[in-house]
């Protein structure tokens, strides 16, 4: 059975960086999939923020493409994000997922982690 | 690209069946048949329920199934359980990006 774990600080202070880590059991992290970030905001939509191939590939959501930064550490089998500059409106539940590669699929999901973005 | 659309909340009594829609645009869900459909109950990892727009995977009841027409994509659950109280949302691939739905809480009464 595959699980994600998100794990990180729950509050960063506003122009701090946010990070976040995806540890991954019951599949490899050099798997043929993707690995990806999304986040629910209070009252909004989920939002795709990006995801990464084992290879070192990355592709981010155009709306935060200047500020994100994805990575693999193939050692711990887990996989990171980085958001600098954070403000209030970063403040989300932050899910890690798993993307199948052959039809695009995010089958696999962690329980998400809730980032508050305060003084 | 602009997110998808369902309605914040849906209600069915034990045994009935209720649908919930998910409304895109001719640039994802008109033209990807990249459609899933999650449940996702608090704390909780979501699960996958449906995925290019019919398919199930093994596990999920036959309860639950999705279906697509035109530009909406719609998830039924036949015979509404009390353990299907949670949230629903839906997401597409449509090329360079993903979107997903707000949500829709589904309450058994």
């Known amino acids: 059975q595959v699980r994600l774990q998100e794990s990180g600080p729950g509050l960063v202070e506003p122009s701090g960086t946010l990070s976040l880590t995806c540890a991954v059991s019951?599949?490899?992290?050099?798997?043929?999939?993707?690995w990806a970030w999304v986040r629910q905001t209070p009252g909004e939509n989920l939002e795709w923020i990006g995801e990464?191939?084992?290879?070192?590939?990355?592709i981010y959501s155009p709306s935060l493409k200047s500020r994100v930064t994805m990575s693999i550490d193939k050692a711990k089998n887990q996989f990171s994000l980085t958001l600098p500059s954070v403000t209030a409106a970063d403040t989300a539940l932050y899910f890690c997922?798993?993307?199948?590669?052959?039809?695009?699929?995010?089958?696999?999901w962690g329980q998400g982690t809730l980032v508050t973005v305060s003084p | 690209q602009s997110a998808l659309t369902q309605p914040p909340s849906a209600s069915a009594s034990r045994g009935q069946s209720v649908t919930i829609t998910c409304t895109g645009s001719?640039?994802?869900?008109?033209?990807?048949?990249?459609i899933s459909w999650y449940q996702h109950h608090p704390g909780k990892a979501p699960q996958l329920l449906i995925y290019?727009?019919?398919e199930r995977p093994s596990g999920v009841p036959n309860r639950f199934s999705g279906s697509k027409s035109g530009t909406t994509a719609s998830l039924t659950v036949s015979g509404v359980q009390p353990e299907d109280e949670a949230e629903y949302f839906c997401?597409?691939?449509?090329?360079?990006?993903?979107?997903f739905g707000g949500g829709t809480k589904l309450t058994v009464l």
């Open positions: 997401g597409v691939y449509a090329g360079d990006y993903k979107l």
């Open positions: 990464v191939y084992h290879s070192g590939r990355v």
């Open positions: 997922a798993r993307i199948r590669t052959y039809d695009y699929l995010m089958d696999y």
């Open positions: 001719i640039r994802d869900i008109g033209v990807y048949n990249y």
């Open positions: 019951g599949d490899s992290i050099t798997s043929d999939n993707w």
């Open positions: 290019e727009v019919t």
